[in-house]
């Protein structure tokens, strides 16, 4: 029983608009699925990733307008690593962000860059075989565009304290020094730490969770044995785009195994997923009061399809 790589990765934004113009327009990811926080309704759950909102290249944000910024520290995600191809998509990237006024870092193989809350990002020179996730945008040519997650890294005050949960509980493989492997029969990703002896604070610009990738048959066989490990998860959780379970990792971490499906496409058809305010059945009977207080967003369709006008 392995898990397939990461799943999605959650963040927090205080400003749903510029978050929608940094993600959609700049990165390229197309926004794949405008629906709310279910444990808080009032609250924007927005999902941006590849052309179909596969598995591993989602990256979602609770909005909480008004939000203070926040600070990563240990138990906190950090930095979001992405795929690329190739040097001449690093060199896209570099010039694409600083046009933008994004203040960038280019390294071995790699350039560092912050969302405009604070958020890392790094985007790899990777060689894999797992198939790219690719959204189509007219300022982002294919073969530079983002290709899904490599890797997440996160603090810690001692990645040893981790290592056991890890390698027996969630059958992650390690991969050097405080590094390890996350790998099914479809794709893979990364899981590292570096050390810290600070405390974060959550806010804008800080990950909530990192969600790792089951198929669907595994998901209860998942909690039964991170319950059996004392990491005391929650109840499979129904999300209708997929099923969740939620615990802590022992350097205290907020994990999510989500299943792979049913998909955002249950809902809508594929070529119009983002387009419009999607809600879970049981909040259905909420949409007039909700569409009243979420707060109005870019039309980033329009603006793709008129070259940004």
């Known amino acids: 029983m392995k898990l ?113 809350e604070g958020l890392g990002h790094e985007l790899l020179l990777v060689e894999t075989s797992d198939q790219p996730l690719i959204a189509d945008h007219p300022e982002v040519p294919s073969e530079v565009a983002l290709q899904g997650f490599d890797s997440v890294r996160a603090y810690t005050f001692d990645p040893e304290q981790s290592r056991h949960f890890l390698e027996q509980t969630l059958e992650f493989s390690p991969d050097g020094e405080a590094t390890w492997e996350v790998r099914g029969e479809q794709r893979g990703s990364f899981y590292r730490y570096d050390r810290t002896d600070q405390r974060g604070a959550g806010g804008a610009g800080t990950v909530h969770h990192v969600a790792w990738a089951s198929p669907m048959d595994d998901h209860e066989a998942w909690q039964k044995r991170v319950a059996e490990a004392g990491a005391s998860p929650t109840p499979v ?35 119009e997923l983002g387009e419009h305010l999607s809600l879970p059945p049981a909040y259905e009977q909420l949409r007039d009061r909700l569409e009243q207080v979420l707060t109005p967003l870019p039309d980033t369709h329009r603006q793709l399809a008129t070259g940004g006008r």
């Open 4 to 116: 397939e790589g990461i799943h999605h990765v959650t963040a927090i934004t205080a400003d749903a608009p510029g978050n929608v113009d940094f993600y959609a327009r700049v990165l390229g990811l197309r926004l794949v699925k405008k629906s709310v926080n279910q444990d808080d309704p009032t609250v924007y759950h927005l999902f941006y990733g590849d052309e179909r909102g596969d598995p591993g290249a989602d990256i979602t944000f609770f909005e909480y307008p008004g939000a203070r910024r926040g600070t990563a520290g240990a138990g906190m995600v950090h930095r979001i690593a992405w795929r690329v191809a190739s040097e001449d998509a690093l060199a896209f990237w570099e010039e694409r962000l600083r046009a933008e006024g994004v203040a960038t870092e280019r390294g071995d193989a790699s350039l560092l860059f912050a969302d405009p």
């Open 237 to 271: 959780i129904d999300r209708f785009y997929f099923r969740s379970i939620y615990f802590r990792e022992p350097s205290g971490v907020l994990f999510e195994i989500a299943t792979v499906g049913p998909g955002f496409d249950v809902d809508e058809p594929l070529e």
